[in-house]
């Protein structure tokens, strides 16, 4: 963990570039080759949780049981949950920002490159240590991604200590990559790179960067309590003993709900990115977007029991929580002012990085939308625990979060590659994403309205029609993905030459280094005017 | 390039935050049961009530009572009657019935819940077997009387609170070779 910064000069850079072998990425410090090993995993990881949420859709397809046990069906909405946050969409981030943030800095790597490879390399060692338990005798992990105790403690499966384990390797990585990020922010900016000046993705992943910091030492902690519940004979959860279940789920919500900020700020500065790029506009608003963020970051320490209105919190608190929920619109709905004043009487173009950053702004507001709905606590009583809950996370994570990273991918692939990507192929994969997501999504909030409870692999037959056409748009979507491993593949293989600056209306210091970025970029620092 | 000291004393300084914020999750539990007490939320009782007060023979409030076993619990657990009609202010009394119907020694622990929550800080038990743990022998019954007052300030406009014990099975955490009643005063005063 020591800060060792690169320190060769400019002469000695050229001449080396990456070792050879397999070793090269074992052994890297370099946040380029970090931020691919970063992105390949997250990828790894989608299409897993993926095949998950394909088996949980196969079930749903029609009512009644046929594919999976219902023992099953709980381990796939378990581990689709947790491979889908904390495998695919916090990687992914966490890839970006170690590919993006040096180079939008001006720096030659990230402030702790030796604690960068660490934090990569626990990963793979955390969701193998996850994924295994779905071989062991009693099955994985079944308690759904919130792993609300008792189900989680007193009721688990046996593996239960290795989902433990697992998640402490997970919180270890992001800790060490947040104060990574943190540091290089902090510390490596080009003189004259001012905080007001830094692109907004980087202003975005500095405050993820803090949320990070200040929450996953509370989800190591509540899974400390788990495994002291089971293993040490303490009482932290078990009423038998003085403890109480409830306690659980606010310590986990004081975690979870500013980790779902998490999973969508670095897609808020994503987007704030390319979508002037493409109106060939700067960004509208760009210092109330800045506090715009830090409020959100602020509020989401305050409303977590908005998750728990049913548990018998009292009416003040109630009303406290619902408001302070209600809250968040203001500055989110800033940001989606600011995203759609930038567009306003530009000169937009739709290649594939603006056509998913267009359909994040639309969608991730319907999944604003129905958060509010939610958020209203009277309501709530209604909604808690059904498909609307689906539908409403559904549509701020995979509009939000993952079109955010499509989005990114296809806007900075040509840097990364120095190819640009199939044009066509890229439209077709977002219309196909987008049409996907959408037949599987929407209907959802319809069975949720009328009743219909999550994590069941059986249903009401009033809710036959809806749920097979979630599942057709499901295994739409699923299989589209396949299509976007092929374009990543294609455009690192080859394509056309791209320029430094393959966008017309792209600002930043990234589009300052040669495509595809040199090994070693920034080694003297840029000027900043 | 920034020096590495620079770099050295935000990681350091990170590093604190992270253990802070690591202690203050397990800190959430005192506070959460502190914040239960103190704004009587969650249906928590108080321990032993030592007082006493003057009966208002103006108002009647309903008490009902809920008995349930918590998983595995194989003891009869119920109260003698559903409900009691009772003045604030009154000492009152309902007795609870126990019995283990197996053929080893167990000891068990009552767990009470009041609602509506906001009731529970008006709610004052002098005697209740929920203070300790019972032991019973194998086949061994036992009547348990528990005795409370409703606080005469408790808000007017509730009118009908349910008290619900869940009896949890506790041999293997307490097995009951201490014998007869274990007074356990170090675990918890309810």
């Given at each position: 963990?020591?800060?060792?910064?690169?320190?060769?000069?400019p002469?000695?850079?050229?001449?080396?570039?990456?070792?050879?072998?397999?070793?090269?990425?074992?052994?890297?410090?370099?946040?380029?080759?970090?931020?691919?090993?970063?992105?390949?995993?997250?990828?790894?990881?989608?299409?897993?949780?993926?095949?998950?949420?394909?088996?949980?859709?196969?079930?749903?397809?029609?009512?009644?049981?046929?594919?999976?046990?219902?023992?099953?069906?709980?381990?796939?909405?378990?581990?689709?949950?947790?491979?889908?946050?904390?495998?695919?969409?916090m990687?992914?981030?966490?890839?970006?920002?170690?590919?993006?943030?040096?180079l939008?800095?001006?720096?030659?790597?990230?402030?702790?490159?030796?604690?960068?490879?660490?934090?990569?390399?626990?990963?793979?060692?955390?969701?193998?240590?996850?994924?295994?338990?779905?071989?062991?005798?009693?099955?994985?992990?079944?308690?759904?991604?919130?792993?609300?105790?008792?189900?989680?403690?007193?009721?688990?499966?046996?593996?239960?200590?290795?989902?433990?384990?697992?998640?402490?390797?997970?919180?270890?990585?992001?800790?060490?990559?947040?104060?990574?990020?943190?540091?290089?922010?902090?510390?490596?900016?080009?003189?004259?790179?001012?905080?007001?000046?830094?692109?907004?993705?980087v202003?975005?992943?500095?405050?993820?960067?803090?949320?990070?910091?200040?929450?996953?030492?509370?989800?190591a902690?509540?899974?400390?309590?788990?495994?002291?519940?089971?293993?040490?004979?303490?009482?932290?959860?078990?009423?038998?003993?003085?403890?109480?279940?409830?306690?659980?789920?606010?310590?986990?919500?004081?975690?979870?709900?500013?980790?779902?900020?998490?999973?969508?700020?670095?897609?808020?500065?994503?987007?704030?990115?390319?979508?002037?790029?493409?109106?060939?506009?700067?960004?509208?608003?760009?210092?109330?977007?800045?506090?715009?963020?830090?409020?959100?970051?602020?509020?989401?320490?305050?409303?977590?029991?908005?998750?728990?209105?049913?548990?018998?919190?009292?009416?003040?608190?109630?009303?406290?929580?619902?408001?302070?929920?209600?809250?968040?619109?203001?500055?989110?709905?800033?940001?989606?002012?600011?995203?759609?004043?930038?567009?306003?009487?530009?000169?937009?173009?739709?290649?594939?990085?603006?056509?998913?950053?267009?359909?994040?702004?639309?969608?991730?507001t319907?999944?604003?939308?129905?958060?509010l709905?939610?958020?209203?606590a009277?309501?709530?009583?209604?909604?808690?625990?059904?498909?609307f809950?689906?539908?409403?996370?559904?549509?701020?994570?995979?509009?939000?979060?993952?079109?955010?990273?499509?989005?990114?991918?296809?806007?900075?692939?040509?840097?990364?590659?120095?190819?640009?990507?199939?044009?066509?192929?890229?439209?077709?994969?977002?219309?196909?994403?987008?049409?996907?997501?959408n037949?599987?999504?929407?209907?959802?909030?319809?069975?949720?309205?009328?009743g219909?409870?999550?994590?069941?692999?059986?249903?009401?037959?009033?809710?036959?029609?809806?749920?097979?056409?979630?599942?057709?748009?499901?295994?739409?979507?699923?299989?589209?993905?396949?299509?976007?491993?092929?374009?990543?593949?294609?455009?690192?293989?080859?394509?056309?030459?791209?320029?430094?600056?393959?966008?017309?209306?792209?600002?930043?210091?990234?589009?300052?280094?040669?495509?595809?970025?040199?090994?070693?970029?920034?080694?003297?620092?840029?000027?900043?005017? | 390039?920034?020096?590495?000291?620079?770099?050295?004393r935000?990681?350091?300084?990170?590093l604190?935050m992270?253990?802070?914020?690591?202690?203050?999750?397990?800190?959430?539990?005192?506070?959460?049961?502190?914040?239960?007490?103190?704004?009587?939320?969650?249906?928590?009782?108080?321990?032993?009530?030592?007082?006493?007060?003057?009966?208002?023979?103006?108002?009647?409030?309903?008490?009902?009572?809920?008995?349930?076993?918590?998983?595995?619990?194989?003891?009869?657990?119920?109260?003698?009657?559903?409900?009691?009609?009772?003045?604030?202010?009154?000492?009152?009394?309902?007795?609870?019935?126990?019995?283990?119907?197996?053929?080893?020694?167990?000891?068990?622990?009552?767990?009470?819940?009041?609602?509506?929550?906001?009731?529970?800080?008006?709610?004052?038990?002098?005697?209740?077997?929920?203070?300790?743990?019972?032991?019973?022998?194998?086949?061994q019954s036992?009547?348990?009387?528990?005795?409370?007052?409703?606080?005469?300030?408790?808000?007017?406009?509730?009118?009908?609170?349910?008290?619900?014990?869940?009896?949890?099975?506790?041999?293997?955490?307490?097995?009951?070779?201490?014998?007869?009643?274990?007074?356990?005063?170090?675990?918890?005063a309810?």
């Amino acid at each position: 963990m020591s800060a060792v910064i690169d320190d060769h000069g400019p002469a000695q850079d050229h001449a080396h570039g990456p070792a050879k072998g397999l070793m090269r990425w074992v052994l890297t410090t370099n946040h380029k080759d970090i931020g691919t090993l970063y992105l390949w995993f997250s990828f790894c990881m989608f299409l897993l949780g993926g095949s998950f949420a394909m088996v949980i859709r196969a079930e749903l397809f029609q009512p009644g049981l046929q594919i999976v046990a219902p023992a099953f069906f709980n381990q796939m909405t378990t581990m689709h949950g947790l491979i889908m946050v904390f495998g695919a969409v916090m990687p992914a981030f966490v890839g970006l920002a170690n590919w993006m943030i040096p180079l939008m800095i001006g720096a030659p790597d990230m402030a702790l490159p030796r604690m960068n490879n660490f934090s990569f390399w626990l990963l793979p060692a955390a969701f193998a240590l996850l994924i295994s338990t779905l071989f062991m005798a009693g099955g994985g992990p079944n308690f759904g991604w919130t792993f609300y105790a008792p189900l989680s403690t007193t009721y688990a499966p046996e593996s239960v200590t290795y989902f433990i384990f697992a998640i402490h390797l997970m919180g270890i990585s992001s800790i060490m990559g947040a104060i990574n990020v943190i540091a290089t922010i902090l510390n490596l900016r080009a003189p004259g790179m001012t905080l007001m000046k830094m692109p907004l993705f980087v202003w975005t992943w500095l405050i993820t960067a803090f949320l990070l910091i200040a929450v996953m030492p509370v989800l190591a902690g509540v899974v400390t309590m788990m495994l002291m519940d089971i293993h040490f004979g303490t009482s932290f959860f078990s009423a038998a003993g003085g403890g109480d279940p409830v306690l659980f789920q606010h310590v986990f919500w004081f975690f979870g709900h500013p980790e779902v900020y998490i999973m969508i700020l670095p897609a808020f500065g994503a987007i704030s990115a390319i979508i002037p790029t493409f109106s060939r506009k700067p960004l509208f608003g760009y210092t109330s977007m800045v506090y715009a963020t830090a409020s959100i970051a602020f509020l989401s320490f305050i409303v977590w029991a908005h998750h728990m209105f049913v548990v018998g919190i009292p009416l003040v608190g109630e009303l406290f929580f619902m408001y302070a929920t209600l809250l968040i619109a203001v500055p989110t709905g800033v940001k989606v002012f600011n995203w759609v004043s930038t567009m306003w009487q530009g000169s937009l173009t739709f290649e594939t990085p603006m056509l998913f950053a267009v359909a994040f702004v639309i969608l991730f507001t319907i999944g604003g939308f129905s958060g509010l709905m939610l958020a209203i606590a009277p309501a709530d009583f209604q909604y808690h625990d059904t498909y609307f809950v689906v539908a409403h996370f559904h549509y701020v994570l995979v509009p939000g979060a993952i079109f955010g990273i499509f989005a990114s991918t296809y806007y900075w692939l040509p840097k990364w590659t120095g190819h640009m990507y199939d044009e066509t192929l890229g439209k077709l994969h977002f219309w196909l994403s987008f049409v996907g997501m959408n037949l599987t999504f929407f209907p959802m909030h319809f069975v949720g309205l009328a009743g219909m409870p999550r994590r069941v692999p059986d249903y009401n037959l009033q809710f036959a029609d809806f749920n097979m056409v979630s599942s057709i748009g499901g295994f739409m979507f699923g299989t589209t993905q396949l299509l976007f491993l092929f374009i990543v593949i294609k455009c690192i293989r080859g394509g056309p030459k791209a320029p430094a600056k393959p966008w017309d209306g792209a600002e930043g210091l990234e589009w300052s280094v040669p495509s595809p970025a040199p090994y070693h970029t920034f080694t003297t620092p840029p000027e900043i005017k | 390039m920034a020096n590495s000291t620079a770099v050295k004393r935000l990681v350091l300084r990170l590093l604190l935050m992270v253990v802070v914020m690591f202690a203050f999750g397990f800190a959430l539990v005192p506070i959460y049961d502190v914040m239960c007490k103190a704004f009587g939320i969650n249906g928590k009782t108080a321990g032993q009530y030592e007082g006493e007060q003057v009966v208002d023979p103006t108002r009647q409030v309903r008490v009902q009572f809920l008995s349930t076993n918590a998983i595995d619990m194989v003891w009869e657990f119920y109260p003698k009657g559903d409900q009691l009609v009772v003045n604030p202010g009154a000492v009152n009394e309902m007795v609870f019935v126990v019995s283990n119907p197996t053929d080893h020694p167990m000891t068990a622990q009552a767990v009470p819940s009041i609602s509506p929550a906001e009731a529970a800080q008006y709610f004052h038990k002098t005697e209740c077997f929920c203070f300790t743990q019972q032991v019973l022998q194998p086949g061994q019954s036992l009547e348990m009387p528990m005795r409370f007052i409703v606080d005469r300030d408790m808000p007017k406009d509730v009118k009908h609170l349910t008290l619900a014990y869940t009896l949890f099975d506790i041999t293997a955490r307490h097995p009951p070779v201490a014998a007869n009643a274990g007074k356990d005063e170090t675990r918890l005063a309810r």
